[in-house]
């Protein structure tokens, strides 16, 4: 038998009492959105009771304010309700931000770089708008500066000055060919992280760069000595002190007066006075000569005082040896100990002369620190303080514990 299908009939499938009855779900609905509203309420009734701002949360602190996490007044104030701004004064009441430059024309908002709610982040780690809003066409009180002014970001930044300048003015001679190209001496052998080699520890409680972010700078004592020993004469079995010429003056005075006193048989054998006295003189001149020219005169030259050619009145020009090359900005060798060092140092086996820079130009970094995702920190921060820490006030605490954790 064929279907009949006709309106009629599909009609009366259709339940016409639907909308009148209140099915299970529908209703449950209605009780539930009541139900919830009420609760939901409650809940704010609670926290205003409670005086707990929590909720009203744009994300969670940095750890090193979550512990403020539930007392939101310590930033934002009891009454003002919550906004954006968090004045100056609450921060500084914890801890000083230090002036960044007394040229600067104005001081921004600690919050205009320090950025909350972020959760995990470093609240330290600040974005280059904080910087380049200034750099980006710097301003300063007396209209003229002594840096690049239009610094947007890394791949915009001027190459470093040491590197442009491209003159050591280390009074020392050295010959790094000589050393670690000719004689394969390993950079190593004289050049250890800084903290190792006494002296020369450079931790800073406020860079976040390590005790080791710098690389010793080599002492006589230290590296060159078993290999350039002072010598002076076959007459004398000590080395030189290596020390001021006239502390070494008066060793090369005191050594052959006593030699002298021994060998009396010496005095005027190959063309030497026969006096003791002018004995020590005409010997004296000889060494310090010698010293002047060859020994002591290979690694240093000397200033000399007219009509005295020999080291008690002579002095070493300085060996300024720089510990550190960029002092507006911090370099940590530590964060880069997994590379060869010739890959920023590659002069470092074939330069020949003292005066030579083996620092690797801004070209070198940008291989790495490029900025976007797949990159090493290229952010100002990374690089650079803002603060100057050496201007930090001390802060008179003023929160009881019950202030700060309920
Ligand atoms: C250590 C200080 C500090 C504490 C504590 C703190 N805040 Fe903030 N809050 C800030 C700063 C700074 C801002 C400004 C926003 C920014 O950093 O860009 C801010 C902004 C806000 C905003 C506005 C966010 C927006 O995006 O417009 C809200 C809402 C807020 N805070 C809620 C809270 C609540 C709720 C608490 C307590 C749980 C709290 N804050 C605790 C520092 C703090
Ligand atoms: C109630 C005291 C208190 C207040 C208010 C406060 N801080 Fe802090 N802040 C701290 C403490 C404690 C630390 C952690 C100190 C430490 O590690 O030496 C800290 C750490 C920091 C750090 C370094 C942490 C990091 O993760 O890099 C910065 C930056 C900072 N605060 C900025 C601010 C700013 C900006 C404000 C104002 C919006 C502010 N603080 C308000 C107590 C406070
Ligand atoms: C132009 C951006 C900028 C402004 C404005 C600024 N800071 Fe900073 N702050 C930084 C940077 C970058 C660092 C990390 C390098 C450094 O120590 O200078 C930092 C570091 C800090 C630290 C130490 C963090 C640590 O590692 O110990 C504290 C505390 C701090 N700032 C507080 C403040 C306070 C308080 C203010 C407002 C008076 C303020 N800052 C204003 C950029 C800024
Ligand atoms: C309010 C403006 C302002 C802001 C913001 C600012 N700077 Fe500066 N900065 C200056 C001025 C002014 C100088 C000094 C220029 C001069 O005297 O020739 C300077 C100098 C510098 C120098 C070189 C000189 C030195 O002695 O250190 C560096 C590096 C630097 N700023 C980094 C930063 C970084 C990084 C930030 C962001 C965290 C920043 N600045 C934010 C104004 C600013
Ligand atoms: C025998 C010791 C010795 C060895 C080996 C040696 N250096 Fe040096 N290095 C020195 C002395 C001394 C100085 C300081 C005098 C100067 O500037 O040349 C120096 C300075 C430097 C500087 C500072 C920048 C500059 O222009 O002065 C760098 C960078 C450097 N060395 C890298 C290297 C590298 C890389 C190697 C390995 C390929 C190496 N050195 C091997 C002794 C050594
Ligand atoms: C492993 C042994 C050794 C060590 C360590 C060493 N040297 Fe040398 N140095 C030599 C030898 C070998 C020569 C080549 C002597 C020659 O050619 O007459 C030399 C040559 C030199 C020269 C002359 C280079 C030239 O252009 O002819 C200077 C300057 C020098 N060394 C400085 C230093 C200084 C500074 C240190 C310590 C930082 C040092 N050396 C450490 C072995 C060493
Ligand atoms: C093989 C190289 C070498 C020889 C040879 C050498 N020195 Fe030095 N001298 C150094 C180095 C490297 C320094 C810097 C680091 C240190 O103090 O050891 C230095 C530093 C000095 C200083 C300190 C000057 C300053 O500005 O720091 C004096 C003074 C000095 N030497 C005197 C002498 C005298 C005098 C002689 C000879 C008796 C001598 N040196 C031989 C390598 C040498
Ligand atoms: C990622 C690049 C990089 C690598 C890798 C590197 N250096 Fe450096 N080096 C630098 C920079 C940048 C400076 C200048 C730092 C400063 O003084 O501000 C420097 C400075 C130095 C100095 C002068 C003293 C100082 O710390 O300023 C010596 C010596 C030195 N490096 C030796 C080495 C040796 C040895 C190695 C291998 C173990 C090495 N470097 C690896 C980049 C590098
Ligand atoms: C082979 C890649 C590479 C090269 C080349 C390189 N870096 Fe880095 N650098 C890194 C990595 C990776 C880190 C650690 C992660 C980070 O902080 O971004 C780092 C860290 C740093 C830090 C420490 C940042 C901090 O927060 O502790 C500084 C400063 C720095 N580099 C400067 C330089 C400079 C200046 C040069 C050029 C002379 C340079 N780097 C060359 C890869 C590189
Ligand atoms: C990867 C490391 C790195 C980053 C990222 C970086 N700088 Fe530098 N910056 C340096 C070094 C190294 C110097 C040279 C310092 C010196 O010679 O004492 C320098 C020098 C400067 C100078 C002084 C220039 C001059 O003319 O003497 C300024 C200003 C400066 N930087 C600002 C910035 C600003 C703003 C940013 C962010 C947009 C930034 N830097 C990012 C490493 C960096």
Not at 248 to 262: C, D, G, N, S
Request: glycine share 8%; net charge positive; charged share 20%.
């Amino acid at each position: 038998m064929a279907r009949i299908r006709n309106t009629k009939k599909l009609g009366q499938r259709v339940d016409r009492t639907y909308l009148r009855k209140l099915y299970p779900i529908p209703q449950w609905r209605r009780i539930l959105t009541a139900v919830f509203v009420l609760a939901g309420l409650a809940w704010l009734g609670m926290y205003a009771v409670a005086r707990n701002q929590t909720l009203y949360t744009a994300g969670n602190l940095t750890p090193s304010h979550a512990f403020l996490g539930k007392n939101c007044a310590v930033c934002h104030g009891a009454s003002a309700g919550i906004g954006k701004k968090v004045a100056d004064q609450k921060c500084v009441a914890c801890h000083d931000g230090p002036v960044h430059q007394a040229s600067q024309t104005f001081t921004p908002a600690c919050i205009s770089c320090h950025v909350e709610h972020q959760g995990t982040m470093r609240l330290a780690r600040v974005s280059d708008d904080g910087c380049s809003g200034c750099h980006g066409n710097l301003q300063t009180k007396s209209g003229k500066t002594s840096v690049a002014a239009n610094v947007e970001s890394f791949q915009s930044h001027p190459e470093f000055t040491a590197v442009k300048a491209r003159q050591d003015s280390t009074g020392l001679r050295f010959n790094h060919q000589k050393h670690a190209g000719e004689m394969s001496q390993k950079c190593g052998d004289c050049h250890v992280p800084a903290d190792t080699a006494q002296g020369l520890a450079t931790s800073d409680p406020h860079s976040h760069v390590s005790s080791r972010a710098l690389m010793s700078i080599p002492t006589y004592a230290g590296t060159c000595m078993p290999c350039h020993a002072l010598t002076v004469d076959d007459k004398i079995s000590d080395a030189a002190p290596h020390d001021k010429p006239e502390v070494v003056h008066k060793f090369v005075v005191e050594q052959l007066t006593k030699y002298v006193a021994a060998h009396p048989a010496d005095l005027g054998t190959e063309g030497t006075p026969r006096t003791a006295a002018a004995w020590v003189q005409f010997k004296v001149a000889a060494d310090e000569k010698k010293l002047i020219d060859e020994t002591c005169g290979r690694c240093h030259s000397f200033t000399s005082v007219a009509g005295s050619p020999g080291l008690e009145a002579a002095a070493v020009s300085p060996t300024h040896v720089a510990a550190r090359w960029f002092r507006k900005a911090s370099f940590d060798h530590a964060a880069h100990q997994g590379l060869t060092c010739a890959s920023c140092h590659p002069n470092g086996a074939t330069s020949k002369v003292s005066s030579d820079v083996l620092l690797p130009g801004i070209g070198v970094c940008r291989q790495c620190h490029t900025g976007g995702s797949a990159s090493a920190g290229a952010n100002c921060s990374s690089c650079h303080v803002y603060h100057d820490w050496s201007k930090e006030k001390s802060v008179d605490g003023k929160y009881v514990i019950d202030q700060i954790a309920r």
